[in-house]
């Protein structure tokens, strides 16, 4: 087998452990949480049925890429749940030092492209990069809404946490923008989320 062959495949093999890594957003039809690979999967779909809700025009391949390749460094730095503030202090030198790992596995042009997507969306400062980090907020609320807030309750989430973590990024999308708020509102008012 070709040395680049030979990393691509050991790139690949690296991400299954993706399918191990739990979340804390449950999915819908059954009693266990979400890896991060059903979630990459689910956001690279959101993306491509999403897409013309963006406020800017942007490339659905692009933004596909990096929400495939967003948690890949979670196979080294672990899961930090959203609202786990002390997780966060440490968060992004772990994440970093995963990228350099994962992404290392690859041929050097490969290497460079996936790690640039991940740092692009790490970054959030293209319109590639927020509409695809908007994604990455509305799949656990809808998932988490339509699930009672189950997740919300077992954390003992607040609306003000939820609505902080996702105000950032209404000027990405009107219509998702009014959806999300739809939801946290909604959810406070059913007892989901504290007041």
Same mark, same amino acid.
């Given at each position: 087998?070709?040395?680049? *062959?030979?990393?691509?495949?050991? +790139?690949?093999?690296?991400?299954?452990?993706?399918?191990?890594?739990?979340?804390? #957003? &449950?999915?819908?039809?059954?009693?266990?949480?979400?890896?991060?690979?059903?979630?990459?999967?689910?956001?690279?779909? /959101?993306?491509?049925?999403?897409?013309?809700?963006?406020?800017?025009?942007?490339?659905?391949?692009?933004?596909?890429?990096?929400?495939? *390749?967003?948690?890949?460094?979670? $196979?080294?730095?672990?899961?930090?749940?959203?609202?786990?503030?002390?997780?966060?202090?440490?968060?992004?030198?772990?994440?970093?030092?995963?990228?350099?790992?994962?992404?290392?596995?690859?041929?050097?042009?490969?290497?460079?492209? +996936? &790690?640039?997507?991940?740092?692009? +969306?790490?970054?959030?400062?293209?319109?590639?990069?927020? +509409?695809?980090?908007?994604?990455?907020? $509305?799949?656990?609320?809808? /998932?988490?809404?339509?699930?009672?807030?189950?997740?919300?309750?077992?954390?003992?989430?607040?609306?003000?946490?939820?609505?902080?973590?996702? #105000?950032? &990024?209404?000027?990405?999308?009107?219509?998702?923008?009014?959806?999300?708020?739809? $939801?946290?509102?909604?959810?406070?008012?059913?007892?989901?989320?504290?007041?």
């Amino acid at each position: 087998m070709k040395d680049r *062959l030979k990393k691509q495949v050991e +790139f690949m093999l690296e991400l299954d452990k993706m399918k191990n890594l739990y979340r804390q #957003t &449950y999915v819908l039809h059954e009693d266990r949480k979400e890896n991060d690979a059903e979630h990459s999967w689910h956001l690279a779909i /959101l993306a491509f049925l999403l897409a013309e809700y963006s406020n800017e025009k942007i490339d659905v391949s692009h933004v596909m890429k990096m929400v495939l *390749l967003h948690d890949v460094v979670e $196979i080294d730095a672990g899961d930090t749940y959203c609202y786990d503030n002390e997780g966060y202090k440490s968060k992004a030198e772990r994440e970093e030092k995963a990228a350099q790992r994962i992404f290392g596995l690859l041929p050097e042009d490969q290497k460079n492209e +996936f &790690y640039t997507l991940w740092r692009e +969306f790490e970054d959030s400062e293209t319109a590639d990069a927020r +509409f695809a980090a908007m994604l990455d907020r $509305i799949q656990p609320l809808l /998932l988490n809404y339509t699930k009672d807030g189950i997740s919300w309750k077992e954390h003992g989430i607040h609306k003000e946490q939820v609505l902080n973590r996702n #105000t950032d &990024y209404f000027s990405e999308s009107d219509e998702l923008a009014e959806l999300i708020k739809y $939801i946290i509102y909604d959810a406070a008012e059913k007892g989901w989320l504290k007041s």
